[in-house]
């Protein structure tokens, strides 16, 4: 929307400065009529506007949250309306947990548990014995978890982790 907005005050500014000038692009420009003008710019703030509509309908909005209750994790998907929970095993506890817009992985003592708003439920994963968690990072549809033996990554779209192993110096 900001990006949009400042496009339209530099059109604004170019028809400032073509009313300025206007002696001089009748003469440098002659064959265009000022009805044409008035076209080629209206054209061309429309094209402006679509781009920066366009740039702004990549952006993936704000549609998931976490409530941590004792003993689950509540998904609460606003894109959907639905509610979804991760029950916490006995001596279970959460580590590490990160949110994004329509992503979160949350990562306990035994698994690695993540949800996707456009599929809708929560897919984990178990922890192999003596791995460590090392980096996680999530973005849009999307995570990346990092541990000492394997690289995984969720797709929020599908629903489906997939992993590989690390090699190990």
């Known amino acids: 929307m900001i990006e949009h907005l400042n496009m339209l005050s530099v059109v604004r500014q170019m028809f400032t400065a073509a009313r300025l000038r206007r002696d001089t692009l009748s003469l440098k420009f002659s064959w265009l009529s000022r009805r044409g003008a008035k ?77 996707g708003v456009l599929f809708g439920g929560w897919q984990s994963k178990r922890i192999k014995a003596g791995e460590k968690p090392q980096s996680l990072e999530v973005a849009d549809y999307s995570a990346t978890l990092v541990t000492s033996d394997r690289i995984l990554n969720f797709s929020g779209r599908s629903g489906a982790w997939s992993e590989t192993r690390r090699r190990v110096q």
């Open 39 to 115: 076209t080629a710019i209206g054209i061309l703030i429309l094209a402006l506007s679509a781009q920066s509509f366009q740039a702004c309908a990549y952006e993936v909005e704000k549609v998931l949250f976490l409530v941590f209750e004792s003993g689950e994790v509540i998904a609460s998907n606003t894109r959907t309306g639905r509610f979804d929970r991760l029950k916490l095993h006995a001596e279970e506890h959460i580590l590490d947990c990160q949110v994004a817009n329509a992503i979160a992985v949350v990562i306990t003592n035994r698994r690695f548990a993540a949800y």
